[in-house]
């Protein structure tokens, strides 16, 4: 452990309440939890550890399993925290709570188990709370806190974030975090506090900062995107509805930014129109492009950018905007570009490509010496006839990559010559180069990309495009009768028919294109045939790339270069030298040593073109190419995700670290195995691609987080520090408020004299509320709250009156995708008195509409209307309007003032069909996979009533989906409804793309 | 008589009681006429409505009480049609409901005469009418089955279904797909994919 992390220990121990601690991500927040942890023993109790992520809880255990490097203070072996599950037997959890060694627990079992006495709060010494910043006033961890805190004032909580950003997200939400906690004492550990920073730079690693620079097309898309999101925030703050100052396009590109939008209307969000939704979905799909585009490669981004276009093409304003048309354009340039046979270039290219680019058309022109009209041109497409050229441009990340590693290894080597002065230190140094990536699919894509080379990596998933294309356009071909739009549509044109005069030229173009993806598939189906097509006419292909000249040639592939070169090509070529060269020279301020490695670089990226011949050429040709980028010996390399959040450098020990895809909390991370590590040799190289959002948003988070902890001291200085720290003034004025109001109202309404019961009121309430504040509001009233799993309703009041409970926005939804109609009527069903409450937010109006947006008619749409037909269709149904949770809580008490108690056992079997084999008990939530069934119940052919028998008949979805029609017919009861379901699960899923 | 209830039986029969109530302007979808009926709004055969405002409320708490007493057994739907017309509404708004809701009413809120009136005008219009408008609404093409299945684990959007069918064929496909499989869709992060391999691989019911 460094220094200032046994200090942060040392200052969480000297506060006996415990505290709320701070600190900046990736500064290892699971190191100080495993050292509480080791600190603990079980005479003091039993410690539970709260709202721990996946990753979190395991790089826990992983901390504990290195040998410990504080001695266990009790002899005792380290406490390694196990799990405390919810399909654990009652019993089972409730010797664990009292064995006093230390466990993970998910707060909505804890509730659970605290509200129904499995868990003494008495037996407990204290929480370990994760993820603070996720707290709010009526989460159910302040509520856990609040019954551990009533009946156990010794019990310390100690809780803790990494994310200082959210912190300052709203007014005061460090104090009042504070304050749910009970605890007294805010530690704040921002990476430049001084005693962090000394620790962190005792022996900094040797860092070397790689800036690589976009391809033109890379900037042409990030451009077109940034413009695109700056369209959105501008029609964004049109509506009026938002506050403008955070709305930033450099905010945009954060995922915290859904959350300002969110926040702020959110309250609103019902009487928002589809545009200004629209709007706000679109701003997160162009942040997900601008990031996908630096960590997916050309084709991957192309085919994620059509299945965009069928999933939201109907419905975004994007889409249609001028930028986002050039992002398809240059996305799809990036990959290929159709090329008519007479010397023309036709590709990539609709019409309004050429339209903006006055240059090439001109070129064109020139070139081809025809002047035809635009649209005569497309016309004239047909007779002709186009070819399609591959462009298939290379990630530029890639070849950095690879000449990075060639270096390393070539170090190495010399080292291995120069002898044994490094040799001590290669015994230490594990060797093993590190390279950390995003997620999964770039780790395999560049694991493939260094065993295969780039040509193999982009080529194979060129010719995934490819087929999935011809299975597409094949389909459609077959359907054309049927819709006119696919043109338009799904296919791969940079145009939308709609509304443009071009329409003939524009589909006869799009058709050519189409043709020519489809040739091109065909051929990479017979790609031995290519690949002898290529190595004839490599020879002239070469010339001319070589010369960067066209020339009049005899072969097709011949004239196709010529034409990618003649318009518009060269730019390119010319583009990518120059980046290229930008990029030696960064280099070689860097290093200084890498010469023959770049100019390799360079002639191979002038060949990125046409590169699917490339790989033959290669041997006739450039010999000298085919050493450096096949031969050269690479290093091992270890691949390694950093969404999957495994610590991993503890237990691999790299000597080289390159970071593909920078990320402040894994620098954070590097910085703390180095200096824990100081006498590790440590290399880390970054790769940024030069003036992206990438590099932009890497600053950009390092700024968030150093003004957050700034925010913070601020606060800190003028804080009100909460004295209730024991809990015990928690709830105790609001039972006290709630009593009299609930006997005030049983004596207006007492029946016959009768005397109200001064027992304690008892509220059944489902599990799945849990997420809810309402029974955490229902608590602080004083009421007995029981968690069940029900299958009707959410809360049951008494055995007659059950409550289904809608916040404004669920009620819009649900009215929308029918769910509350069949929530409604199974109430109905069962019980007396089924009840509708709808629950405004305290901080928003009371209303659902203003009188002006009523409106002259009576729409169907309305509010009104679709709650008038439930209320025709229902006239049993109950509704309650209740302002706030806290008035729901108290129309809660007042209706149960002379109603019986809520039977448990009865409650939990509402609904549920009685069914041989199954047995109802509290924990049925956690005893099945819940989505699996909700999916289940959707498939076609699956009803209410033989759902349960095909959950009999096999194990999961993966099993059924295996199942032959005989065997479903037997569990469905049905030759038909088997049928349909086989049907739908074999169905031929149509591509889209 | 006979004739004259025939002649209305499009209209809303309003109590006398109603009189002067500015209510009255903002029907107008709908004919209403004046007649003796024992509620305030006659809306159908079996469907009735007592206006009352939380204003009107707090100086009478007993006036709603004897109002629903009156109207006996004699209809399906009993609508309390309350005005919230008072800043402060917890307190009466509470009373009111519980009145309703212990007496076998259905309480309606409007925040506005106009919402009031369009509450009554609406119940009168959509007396016959199916409750198809807000029932789960299908769509029968693939497509929107297999969304609307694979939709129901978190987080899966549409983009990533055209991207989950596109790259496994067919539903089973995607059943039956190991997660290094599903990694490798464009769009689909750790979270998601741990999420879909749960769904269809962990049994159903997680004790047997």
Not at chain 1, 307 to 329: P, Q
Request: proline content about 4%; hydrophobic content about 40%; glycine content about 6%.
């Amino acid at each position: 452990m460094l220094p200032f992390q046994e200090q942060i220990i040392a200052e969480l121990l000297d506060e006996p309440g415990g505290g709320l601690v701070v600190l900046s991500s990736g500064l290892s927040l699971e190191t100080l939890v495993s050292a509480l942890l080791r600190l603990h023993s079980p005479s003091q109790g039993t410690l539970l550890i709260l709202s721990a992520s996946e990753f979190q809880k395991s790089s826990v255990l992983q901390c504990l399993r290195r040998s410990p490097d504080l001695q266990s203070t009790h002899g005792a072996l380290s406490p390694v925290p196990a799990e405390i599950p919810g399909d654990l037997p009652s019993h089972h959890r409730s010797s664990r709570y009292t064995s006093g060694a230390a466990f993970f627990v998910s707060p909505r079992i804890l509730i659970a188990d605290l509200l129904t006495s499995r868990c003494p709060p008495s037996a407990l010494a204290g929480l370990i709370i994760f993820n603070a910043h996720q707290l709010a006033d009526t989460s159910t961890e302040s509520f856990i806190v609040r019954v551990v805190r009533s009946a156990n004032r010794n019990a310390y909580v100690r809780a803790f974030t990494d994310s200082p950003q959210a912190m300052v997200a709203g007014f005061a939400k460090a104090e009042r975090t504070m304050r749910w906690l009970g605890v007294r004492r805010l530690h704040l550990w921002p990476r430049f506090q001084v005693q962090v920073s000394s620790d962190l730079e005792v022996s900094p690693p040797e860092v070397v900062d790689v800036r690589v620079p976009m391809t033109g097309a890379m900037r042409g898309i990030q451009g077109a995107i940034l413009g695109a999101m700056d369209a959105c925030l501008k029609e964004l703050r049109l509506t009026n509805k938002v506050d403008v100052e955070d709305l930033t396009v450099e905010n945009g590109l954060f995922k915290s930014f859904d959350e300002i939008v969110r926040r702020q209307l959110d309250p609103i969000w019902h009487t928002l129109g589809m545009k200004t939704k629209q709007l706000v979905a679109d701003l997160r799909t162009l942040r997900k492009l601008a990031d996908y585009l630096v960590r997916y490669d050309a084709v991957t981004y192309l085919k994620y950018l059509d299945t965009l276009r069928v999933s939201e093409g109907v419905r975004s304003v994007w889409i249609f905007a001028d930028s986002s048309h050039k992002i398809f354009e240059f996305a799809k340039r990036r990959v290929y570009q159709v090329v008519r046979e007479g010397l023309k270039l036709i590709g990539g290219a609709g019409i309004g490509i050429k339209r903006k680019r006055q240059k090439g058309d001109n070129r064109e022109e020139s070139a081809g010496g025809s002047p035809f009209s635009k649209i005569g041109n497309g016309e004239r497409g047909i007779d002709i006839g186009v070819v399609l050229k591959e462009v298939l441009e290379q990630a530029p990340k890639w070849r950095v990559l690879r000449e990075l590693l060639e270096e390393i290894e070539e170090e190495r080597q010399k080292n291995v010559f120069s002898g044994d002065a490094k040799l001590e230190n290669s015994n230490d140094n594990s060797g093993i180069i590190l390279v950390a990536c995003k997620d999964e699919r770039s780790c395999m894509q560049l694991e493939e990309f260094i065993e295969k080379g780039s040509q193999k990596v982009t080529q194979e998933e060129w010719k995934k495009y490819l087929l999935d294309k011809v299975e597409s356009l094949g389909l459609r071909k077959k359907n054309k009768k049927m819709s006119q739009a696919p043109e338009g549509f799904g296919v791969l044109n940079a145009e939308t028919p709609v509304g443009r005069g071009e329409n003939t030229g524009f589909n006869s173009i799009s058709q050519l294109e189409n043709d020519a993806l489809l040739t091109a598939a065909s051929e990479i189906i017979n790609s031995a045939e290519v690949k002898a097509v290529s190595e004839s006419t490599s020879d002239a292909h070469a010339e001319t790339k070589r010369h960067g000249k066209g020339k009049v040639g005899k072969g097709k592939a011949r004239r196709c270069v010529e034409a990618v070169l003649m318009s518009g090509g060269k730019n390119k070529i010319n583009k990518i030298m120059d980046a290229t060269k930008s990029k030696v020279e960064v280099k070689s301020t860097l290093h200084g040593e890498c010469g023959v490695v770049d100019v390799g670089g360079l002639e191979e990226s002038t060949d990125d073109g046409p590169s699917s011949e490339t790989v033959a050429h290669k041997h006739n040709l450039l010999p000298d190419q085919t050493v450096c980028s096949v031969n050269k010996p690479l290093p091992p390399v270890q691949l390694y995700a950093l969404e999957s959040g495994q610590n991993i450098l503890d237990s691999l020990k790299p000597s080289v670290i390159i970071v593909y895809h920078p990320d402040v909390r894994f620098v954070r991370e590097i910085e703390v195995y180095k200096a824990e590590n100081p006498s590790k040799e440590l290399k880390i190289y970054f790769l940024f691609y030069e003036d992206s959002t990438e590099a932009q948003k890497f600053e950009a988070s390092i700024r968030r987080e150093n003004a957050a902890f700034e925010s913070l001291i601020r606060q800190k200085s003028l804080m009100m520090i909460p004295v209730d720290r024991d809990g015990h003034s928690f709830g105790l004025s609001a039972t006290k408020e709630s009593q009299s109001l609930v006997s005030q109202n049983a004596i207006t309404r007492k029946a016959g004299g009768r005397i109200a019961s001064e027992k304690e009121m008892q509220v059944i309430v489902d599990m799945r509320e849990f997420m809810s504040s309402l029974p955490n509001v229902l608590h602080l009233r004083g009421m007995r709250v029981i968690p069940l799993t029900l299958e009707v309703g959410d809360y049951i009041l008494s055995p007659s009156i059950c409550v289904e409970r809608k916040s404004v926005m669920d009620l819009f939804q649900s009215f929308t995708s029918g769910r509350l109609y069949n929530q409604v009527e199974t109430m109905v069903r069962y019980y007396e008195i089924p009840v509708l409450l709808i629950e405004f937010s305290q901080d928003k109006s009371f209303s659902f509409q203003s009188a002006s947006d009523i409106g002259g008619d009576v729409s169907p749409t309305n509010i009104i209307s679709k709650l008038s037909l439930l209320v025709l269709h229902f006239p049993r149904l109950r509704l309650v309007w209740s302002r706030s949770v806290h008035a729901t809580a108290e129309i809660f008490a007042s209706l149960k003032a002379n109603q019986d108690e809520p039977d448990e056992t009865k409650a939990a079997r509402v609904g549920v069909p009685s069914h041989d084999g199954i047995i109802e008990n509290d924990a049925r939530a956690e005893n099945y996979n819940t989505s699996a069934i909700e999916f289940l119940r959707r498939l076609p052919g699956v009803t209410d009533s033989n759902y349960r028998a095909l959950m009999d008949g096999c194990r999961s979805l993966a099993e059924l989906a295996l199942l032959p029609t005989e065997r479903l017919a037997k569990l469905m009861g049905g030759q038909k409804a088997a049928r349909t379901l086989r049907e739908f699960l074999d169905a031929k899923c149509p591509t889209m793309l | 008589s006979q004739n004259f209830s025939a002649q209305n039986r499009n209209a809303i029969l309003v109590s006398h009681r109603q009189k002067g109530n500015p209510l009255l302007k903002h029907i107008r979808n709908v004919k209403w006429v004046f007649a003796d009926v024992v509620c305030d709004y006659l809306l159908g055969q079996n469907s009735c409505a007592l206006y009352i405002s939380l204003r009107y409320h707090l100086l009478h708490p007993d006036y709603l009480y004897y109002r629903i007493r009156e109207l006996q057994k004699n209809f399906k739907l009993r609508v309390v049609l309350c005005h919230v017309d008072v800043v402060d509404v917890a307190k009466p708004l509470l009373e009111v409901t519980r009145t309703s809701l212990l007496h076998d009413c259905t309480l309606l809120c409007g925040w506005s005469l106009e919402e009031c009136g369009r509450y009554l005008e609406t119940i009168k219009v959509y007396e016959k009418k199916s409750a198809d408008s807000i029932r789960e609404q299908m769509d029968t093409d693939y497509l929107s089955r297999l969304t609307h299945a694979l939709t129901t684990i978190r987080h899966v959007n549409k983009t990533d279904v055209i991207t989950l069918g596109t790259t496994f064929g067919s539903l089973s496909g995607i059943m039956d797909s190991s997660m290094e499989d599903l990694a490798r869709c464009p769009g689909i992060g750790e979270q998601k994919v741990k999420r879909l391999y749960d769904t269809f691989h962990k049994p159903f019911r997680r004790v047997s």
